[in-house]
């Protein structure tokens, strides 16, 4: 099976769209970067050099490291999709990101997005 042509894109392409969607609703670059750090572990250096060396989406999640476990509290609709009955795991992680992003669009706090107790 041929790989989902997201996989192949440079996460420094994407990246701007995510940043975007948050300004649009008075949200900031940076809460997107702490969105981002907390679901991948990269720092904020490493994920500005990540987007600097225009890694692709797969190897910027294979690269990661350490993927939070708390991410399977994730749940809820992306696209139409239920992320967390996405079975590929990569996919799973850029729907995983896409869910951070979308709540923070629609104004939720920074604490219940990444699901703190």
Known sequence: MAK??????????VYPHYVTKAEK???????????????????????????????DFETFLAEAPEMNPDRSLIKGVVCGIRVEEVEEPVMREIRYLDKLIDELAKGKAMEKILRSQ
């Open 25 to 55: 609703k008075s949200r900031t670059k940076s809460e997107v970067d702490e969105i981002i750090c907390w679901l991948t572990g990269y720092s904020q250096d490493e994920l500005e050099g990540q987007l600097e060396s225009g890694t």
């Open 4 to 13: 989902h042509r997201i996989y192949t894109m440079s996460f420094a392409s």
